[in-house]
């Protein structure tokens, strides 16, 4: 099955700089990337997604690049704020329309200073 | 967008006791839900899979008897932890995946229920 791995697991940054984070894959047949964001007790909020069709997505300050040749996939959040301090998951599937699971990665807490 | 419900969003119960969790889609038809297990600072963990009138499909050491899930309609399942134990508490959340094409390619999650079993 897939095995996804997420890095860093703690990641803090002065408000205002960029963050991060990095994830990797096993399956060569996922071909759906989402990256959630995860406050204390509260539900995963779908931040951005990308398909295998593409290298690059951006929303404002958050962007997310693939590389399906290595199989890995990244978020980048810019000029960061306080409120972007939270959990991150990344994710991966098979997503074909059907009822593909989605492997979490562990997650990155990130703390944004102000 | 579309929204998941889940209920209660706490529960506290004695040990040997059944708790029964609900996740409604409110404004779309889920023909697949997921119903995940979180500890704290830790992942989601799939528990199980579950498609409307058929059985729930387990992860590997997921105990289908401990973890009872019903898909009844295309907008509630149910999770009932049976015999609860300490062990069994955590956090646990469902996602729903709908049928028409705003909605069957993304997870929407529910709020999540925190269970503690004394």
């Known amino acids: 099955g897939e095995n996804v791995e997420q890095h860093p697991s703690t990641l803090s940054v002065q408000e205002g700089d960029s963050a991060v984070i990095k994830c990797t894959y096993s399956?060569?047949?996922?071909?759906?990337f989402p990256w959630y964001k995860q406050e204390l007790g509260k539900r995963p909020q779908l931040i951005i997604d990308i398909r295998s069709n593409v290298g690059e997505k951006k929303d404002q300050r958050i962007a997310v690049t693939l590389n399906k040749t290595a199989k890995h996939f990244s978020l980048h959040i810019t000029e960061t704020q306080p409120e972007d301090s939270a959990v991150y998951f990344c994710?991966?599937?098979?997503?074909?329309?059907?009822?593909?699971?989605?492997?979490f990665g562990t997650g990155t807490r990130l703390t944004i200073i102000p | 967008g579309a929204v998941v419900s889940q209920h209660p969003s706490r529960v506290i119960c004695k040990s040997g006791t059944s708790v029964k969790i609900e996740c409604r889609s409110l404004?779309?038809?889920?023909?697949?839900m997921f119903w995940y297990r979180q500890f704290p600072k830790k992942s989601l963990m799939l528990m199980a899979t579950?498609?409307?009138?058929?059985?729930?499909?387990?992860e590997q050491g997921v105990e289908k008897d401990k973890f009872l899930i019903n898909h009844a309609s295309l907008t509630l399942s149910t999770l009932t932890v049976t015999s609860a134990h300490p062990e069994d508490s955590s956090f646990y959340i469902c996602?729903?995946?709908?049928?028409?094409?705003?909605?069957?390619?993304?997870?929407?999650f529910g709020s999540g229920t925190q269970l503690s079993v004394l």
């Open positions: 404004d779309f038809q889920a023909t697949t």
């Open positions: 994710a991966a599937s098979r997503a074909n329309f059907g009822n593909e699971k989605l492997t």
């Open positions: 399956d060569s047949a996922s071909n759906y």
């Open positions: 579950s498609n409307e009138g058929s059985k729930a499909t387990y």
């Open positions: 996602s729903a995946k709908g049928t028409e094409i705003a909605t069957n390619e993304k997870l929407f």
